[in-house]
């Protein structure tokens, strides 16, 4: 599914400037191990998983997702590429990682990036930076869900996305999840979602455009 802004509703974001040295040292580090492909659909890891890979993302998108004690899922995240999965200081993942499109991996050991990490600290730096950004985004979806409207979650679901976006330079907003996984991240319901979608549209903030992927 894609959503167009309209001119004078899409957001005004700063363009994001890159650490170099930084970007290029982790990247470097992972850019030395084979490309692995997940079908659309396949789990990279599950949660409670011995959590002993680091994951970058080359291509397509993931869910980040926990399944509650009553059955329910719930999306905590999405991951796109350049985002790293399975960052944690714990021995086993927090979470279950699902590819939502046809996804690109590389895959770094865990014991070996923490060798490399001791003989050059800037890549630990590093990695904690990046679980200080995964901390923040957590912080973002508590605000988004916190004591708003369904309009004001959905507006906002499409503002974030606008950001995570920066270098698509068109007001499109490419969205390759599904409206459940939406609404599963906001904490509403698929009717809730699409109805707010056409809302937004009805009221010239938003037009569809491209192809709409399955509810389910």
């Known amino acids: 599914m894609s959503l ?31 490309v692995e492909r997940i079908a659309a659909g396949a789990a990279v890891f599950w949660e409670g998983d011995q959590a002993n890979h680091i994951f970058e993302v080359v291509e397509g998108t993931l869910r980040a997702l926990r399944i509650l004690s009553d059955g329910r899922r719930i999306i905590i995240g999405f991951l796109r590429p350049g985002d790293l999965l399975g960052v944690s200081l714990k021995d086993h993942y927090l979470y279950t990682v699902e590819a939502i499109t046809p996804v690109e ?26 679980l200080c950004d995964e901390m923040a985004a957590a912080q973002d979806q508590m605000v988004l869900l916190s004591r708003r409207s369904a309009d004001e979650k959905v507006a906002g679901f499409l503002l974030m996305m ?31 979602v699409s109805r707010t979608i056409t809302k937004l549209a009805g009221n010239g903030a938003s037009r569809r455009s491209g192809v709409t992927r399955s509810p389910s």
């Open 4 to 34: 167009q802004l309209v001119a004078g509703h899409q957001a005004r974001v700063a363009p994001a400037v890159p650490f170099a040295s930084e970007t290029q040292s982790l990247s470097s580090l992972f850019s030395r191990q084979p």
């Open 105 to 130: 991996l590389r895959r770094f050991s865990r014991h070996r990036f923490e060798s490399e990490s001791a003989r050059a600290p800037h890549l630990k730096e590093q990695l904690f930076s990046r």
């Open 162 to 192: 606008v950001r995570d976006q920066r270098e698509n330079r068109r007001p499109v907003v490419e969205l390759p999840m599904t409206r459940l996984d939406v609404a599963d991240y906001l904490g509403l319901t698929i009717e809730t």
